[in-house]
């Protein structure tokens, strides 16, 4: 069973860092992009940045500057650098993939979503 497991969430004052991970398990053959979303109290889920399986990489446009995706391909793993934090970057944040897994057609996965506070 293919799984995304998301880490690293929590409460940081504005003007923080926080660093998210999200891991890739079960019967996998491949990984295409790989990416980061978010979503606030009432509003709609939000691409916030992706990065294909060469490292090519796309952000939202409020963001660029501010946040750096990465990803770890022998690892299956993709990375969120979040520096400079506001508060309105308090969302849950999801991770999200493309993935191939064995004997399964290919499709995009979802994980559980952590949460993300910027709050004095």
């Known amino acids: 069973q293919v799984q995304l497991v998301e880490s690293g969430g929590g409460l940081v004052q504005p003007g923080g860092s926080l660093r998210l991970s999200c891991a890739a398990s079960?019967?996998?053959?491949?990984?295409?992009?790989m990416g980061w979303y978010r979503q606030a109290p009432g509003k709609q889920r939000e691409l916030v940045a992706n990065i294909t399986r060469d490292s090519s990489t796309n952000y939202a446009d409020s963001l660029k500057g501010r946040f750096t995706i990465s990803r770890d391909n022998a690892k299956k793993t993709v990375y969120l650098q979040m520096n400079s934090l506001k508060p309105e970057d308090t969302a849950v944040y999801y991770c999200n993939a493309y993935i191939f897994p064995f004997e399964i057609q290919p499709r995009d996965y979802w994980g559980q979503g952590t949460q993300v506070t910027v709050s004095s």
């Open positions: 079960g019967s996998i053959l491949r990984i295409n992009t």
